[in-house]
């Protein structure tokens, strides 16, 4: 077995029905930008009435259609927002809890302590979160995952792994393993991907290896490590 081995991200998420929501971070092979991507997936009525929307900056899940909204508060969130120099990336309202907790002085772990996994048993999907911290023409990422320590939801572990970037490598994790009834948890490491330097050539490889039936909406964001542009991709199944 090769540790060191970077997957194809298609290859690894085709023909798996539901991988959930999953936060990639790395970086570009030439070295020269930062990736972050996050998409979502859903296998109810009420998740798959979703949609991405960017309001000043900030990338949000909103229904695409209002009045069929059940239940909006595990799907209706900022997945994506900036403070300074660090961009955070999650799938839950967990990015207000990191923003807020950077704003007065707390670190990315600190302010997840805080929070635990959804509470939607019988699945208690694990919250996972991203952070990239950009510095002088580089930068650091950090990802957490929040999971119940048991069926019940007796506990919650808390797991936060910390990387520096490598060009051409990145690290995707997801909330789910495939589908299931509960739905089993990711489990282990972040899974080493590769960034490939076009921004539409990754986000294609993603939307088309996700499960054509579950897959909701895509977001991609590269960052110029030298000159701070910005380039994204956005893609929302209900257009």
């Keep these: 077995m090769d540790i060191y081995k970077i997957n194809d991200i298609g290859e690894l998420i085709n023909g798996n029905p539901y991988v959930g929501r999953g936060i990639v971070l790395g970086k570009t092979e030439d070295g020269k930008k930062a ?3 996050y ?7 009420n998740s798959r009435n979703r949609v991405f929307t960017e309001k000043d900056g900030v990338i949000y899940t909103e229904p695409f259609d209002a009045s069929k909204v059940e239940d909006p508060s595990l799907i209706i969130y900022a997945a994506v927002r900036q403070t300074g120099n660090k961009l955070i990336v999650t799938n839950g309202d967990q990015t207000d809890t990191i923003y807020n907790g950077i704003l007065a002085g707390e670190t990315f772990e600190s302010a997840l302590k805080t929070r635990e996994f959804e509470p939607d048993a019988p699945n208690l999907t694990p919250r996972i979160s991203g952070m990239i911290e950009f510095g002088e023409g580089d930068f650091t990422y950090k990802m957490s995952i929040l ?5 019940l939801g007796t506990a919650c572990n808390r797991y936060t792994f910390d990387f520096n970037a490598l060009a051409g490598l990145g ?5 789910y393993v495939t589908d299931g009834n509960p739905i ?14 076009d921004i539409d050539v990754f986000a294609e490889k993603v ?6 039936n579950n897959k909701i909406s895509l977001y991609v964001r590269y960052t110029d490590l030298q000159t701070g542009e910005i380039e994204t991709v956005m893609i929302n199944k209900n257009a």
């Excluded at 998409?39 to 009525?45: K, L, N, V």
């Design 207 to 212: 939307w088309t290896n996700l499960d054509e």
């Design 39 to 45: 998409f979502i997936m859903g296998r109810s009525a």
């Design 184 to 197: 089993p948890t990711f489990q282990g490491e972040p899974e080493r991907v590769q960034i490939p330097n």
């Design 147 to 151: 999971k119940s320590a048991d069926a």
């Design 171 to 175: 690290h995707f994790i997801h909330t």
């Design 35 to 37: 990736c972050s991507a």
